[in-house]
């Protein structure tokens, strides 16, 4: 438990991040920022925030998918139940709890809402917020789901849990995407998991590659913490993946129509980004595979009624075929792309695999804009 005034330095910070456009295209991020600086900006009741974490470490190790490049690699939050449903009934239990108890108000609050989770937690001794700017805990590591009951009673509260994060840096290290500019910072737009979640838009090119088979958020930085060992010790409480979310294959996900999708993803995080930007992100997976079979699920995308799925399977494609297939399948059926930028990805594609950047041509020479 801790003062709702105690993130004073938190919410600096965090009006710093904004202001550099590190936040990316999550504009509500900065809707009315002074309601995330200071809980009593959402609620000016509020006189004690208690914070409670809900162990999800997983039962195996979350990056020995990654060489597996046919088979994707979804975050382990979302390979079970949304985190929101289960732990929102478990706050609320313990939020009727309290008011039997003390006749007191209360709000329940689990991400989605305005609250400063990590910095309150801290403040309310759970953990510390590491160089990956996620919360570390003694107990059970980086895998922590964190939500918070605001009251209006003043109950005691907890010493504020220190940095133990000390010279280690393996978090910084490994994002594939250079995603953290110092240790305790993050720019949102290099991170994978905005990339694929939060961005609505086609992946930018540059990131392309360092993606590799990660369809649904990044576990790395997470998976590297040290003090994860401890969140493996087998925890009762920890929430349960659906097996057939833990290394899908990536041409049965690539054959999802949206009924499909929605059946496969009902109850889970993955089913808010719809069914395009999914595929768009399993596509360029399947860019990264090097597996030559897989060009055939990307050229029968082609023809998707979505052009953001179209624009990543153009990419994909030209990640599996060879030169001269890619230009042949170019010059074939790309002039009758209607979507601009669909059709830039074919022009920016044919440049990178045929000769024309050594001639000084140009490809919207070949290509009518």
């Not at 202001?19 to 002074?34: I, K, N, Q, S, V």
């Not at 005691?156 to 995407?177: F, S, V, W, Y």
């Not at 399993?282 to 624009?311: F, H, K, T, Y």
Request: glycine residues 6%.
């Amino acid at each position: 438990m801790t003062d709702p005034g105690a993130i004073a330095e938190a919410g600096r910070q965090f009006i710093r991040f904004l202001e550099t456009g590190a936040h990316g295209d999550m504009d509500w991020l900065a809707e009315r920022p002074e309601r995330r600086t200071d809980p009593r900006g959402l609620w000016s009741n509020v006189r004690s925030v208690i914070m409670l974490g809900v162990n999800y470490g997983p039962d195996e190790d979350p990056l020995a998918v990654l060489q597996e490049r046919t088979r994707a690699a979804i975050s382990v939050y979302a390979r079970g139940d949304d985190y929101h449903d289960v732990i929102k009934k478990r706050l609320k239990t313990m939020a009727r709890w309290l008011v039997d108890a003390c006749g007191c108000d209360v709000k329940v609050f689990v991400d989605t809402a305005a609250v400063m989770e990590k910095p309150l937690s801290q403040a309310a001794g759970l953990g510390w917020q590491g160089k990956h700017t996620n919360l570390v805990s003694r107990e059970f590591g980086s895998w922590l789901f964190l939500g918070a009951i605001f009251t209006d009673s003043e109950l005691p509260r907890d010493e504020p849990e220190r940095d133990h994060c000390g010279t280690c840096r393996n978090c910084l290290d490994i994002c594939p995407t250079s995603a953290f500019p110092a240790p305790y910072q993050i720019d949102a737009r290099r991170c994978i998991s905005y990339l694929t979640i939060e961005n609505k838009g086609p992946i930018p090119r540059e990131f392309r590659k360092a993606i590799g088979n990660r369809i649904y958020g990044c576990d790395d930085c997470l998976a590297v913490c040290p003090w994860n060992k401890f969140a493996q010790a087998g925890h009762e409480a920890r929430l349960s993946p659906r097996d057939e979310l833990r290394a899908p294959d990536l041409a049965a996900l690539a054959r999802l129509d949206d009924a499909a999708f929605r059946s496969l993803f009902a109850k889970s995080p993955v089913k808010r980004i719809g069914r395009d930007r999914f595929i768009r992100n399993v596509l360029i997976a399947i860019g990264n595979s090097n597996d030559p079979m897989l060009a055939a699920e990307a050229d029968r995308l082609l023809g998707d009624e979505s052009a953001l799925v179209r624009g990543a399977a153009v990419w994909a494609l030209s990640q599996l075929l060879d030169a001269e297939d890619f230009a042949a399948l170019t010059l074939r059926i790309a002039d009758a792309e209607p979507d601009t930028a669909v059709r830039a990805e074919w022009i920016d594609a044919y440049k990178c695999l045929t000769d024309l950047c050594n001639r000084g041509d140009d490809a919207r020479d070949v290509l009518r804009p």
